[in-house]
């Protein structure tokens, strides 16, 4: 047995379509196409300084990790690694080497913090504690059965809000950018993040291939987005919220279950079987919208934290 790690090539497709495979494998809950693997690779941020690792048993992809920081936050030195193993082909070491790679290559970008999102369970936490990260927060994974379940009723629209979909803002994006980049400096979690840079968004959440702009909800108040859910597919019946917010002035209103519960609908008319989010575990209002939805908890994640230095 040869056990080998290295850097994704991005442009090669059976490099992206095998580290696309092994999350899915490894993490079903997330969509992970040979695509939406480029195009992370091709498109982030250069101040990410992005390594995208795999490794290989004899020749075939067995496990991956990324290892970046987080640019975006104002907190500096922070690293996130996250690594997948295929779950037939734990326990050969890839996991240890993929870590090791991922350290060294941020610990040389200057990274003080490293951040890991580990499944909650026995082997995994072990694994992860072994290595000197001590666990933090939890998040959970929730799934939605579409081709059997039963959706609330459509709520009725409140007066001088009207719906419209991400499609409708293809001319001119910003109100979507701005409506983002206020929602996620609210979003519960252990890693601040501001959106700055307009461009930077276009290039990696606007033109996201697994982003779908008609199932893309936005509430609208005098012609301005105030609250939206955003939904990504990966044209095989699978649905997943990438984020769910409402401004801070219009809070409270049941806008962002009224753009979600729309996309739902939408995206079920479309064929869609199953639907995937994720909440932190203390964001409790969104929590509540998605039990009212139906979405039943499959899995825990917490998150593990290593000091470097």
């Known amino acids: 047995m040869t056990l080998t790690v290295r850097a994704l090539r991005p442009d090669v497709t059976a490099d992206t379509e095998g580290f696309a495979e092994v999350r899915r494998l490894a993490l079903p809950y997330i969509l992970s196409t040979s695509?939406?693997?480029?195009?992370?690779a091709?498109?982030?941020?250069?101040?990410?300084?992005?390594?995208?690792?795999?490794?290989?048993?004899?020749?075939?992809?067995?496990?991956?990790?990324?290892a970046y920081l987080a640019y975006d936050s104002p907190e500096p030195g922070l690293g996130c690694v996250n690594v997948f193993v295929r779950p037939d082909r734990?326990?050969?070491?890839?996991?240890g080497l993929l870590v090791q790679a991922a350290e060294e290559h941020l610990a040389a970008q200057g990274a003080t913090r490293l951040l890991s999102w580990v499944l909650d369970e026995p082997a995994n936490r072990a694994f992860a504690?072994?290595?000197?990260?001590?666990?933090?927060?939890?998040?959970?994974f929730l799934r939605l059965d579409?081709?059997?379940?039963?959706?609330?009723p459509l709520p009725d629209l409140p007066p001088g809000v009207e719906l419209r979909t991400a499609a409708d803002f293809m001319d001119d994006p910003?109100?979507?950018?701005?409506?983002?980049?206020?929602?996620?400096r609210d979003e519960p979690g252990d890693v601040a993040t501001e959106f700055t840079d307009y461009d930077a968004w276009v290039e990696q959440s606007w033109k996201h291939p697994l982003l779908n702009r008609e199932l893309t909800m936005a509430a609208v108040v005098d012609g301005r987005p105030v609250a939206f859910s955003v939904a990504y597919t990966d044209g095989h019946g699978h649905y997943a919220t990438a984020m769910?917010?409402?401004?801070?002035?219009?809070?409270?209103?049941?806008?962002?279950?009224?753009?979600?519960?729309?996309?739902?609908?939408?995206?079920?008319?479309?064929?869609?079987?199953?639907?995937?989010?994720?909440?932190?575990?203390?964001n409790d209002p969104m929590i509540a919208i998605n039990k009212w939805l139906g979405y039943e908890t499959c899995a825990t994640e917490v998150r593990y934290v290593r000091e470097l230095g």
């Open 35 to 40: 695509d939406s693997v480029r195009h992370l």
């Open 42 to 66: 091709n498109r982030v941020h250069p101040d990410a300084r992005l390594l995208p690792l795999v490794a290989e048993e004899d020749g075939e992809m067995i496990g991956t990790a990324q």
């Open 90 to 95: 734990t326990h050969r070491g890839a996991g």
């Open 129 to 140: 504690e072994r290595r000197g990260y001590s666990s933090s927060r939890c998040a959970l």
């Open 146 to 152: 579409l081709a059997n379940g039963t959706l609330p």
């Open 174 to 184: 910003r109100p979507l950018f701005e409506l983002d980049a206020e929602t996620v």
């Open 244 to 282: 769910t917010g409402t401004a801070r002035a219009y809070r409270g209103r049941g806008l962002a279950k009224l753009a979600k519960v729309h996309s739902l609908y939408r995206a079920r008319a479309a064929g869609v079987t199953e639907a995937f989010t994720g909440n932190d575990t203390g």
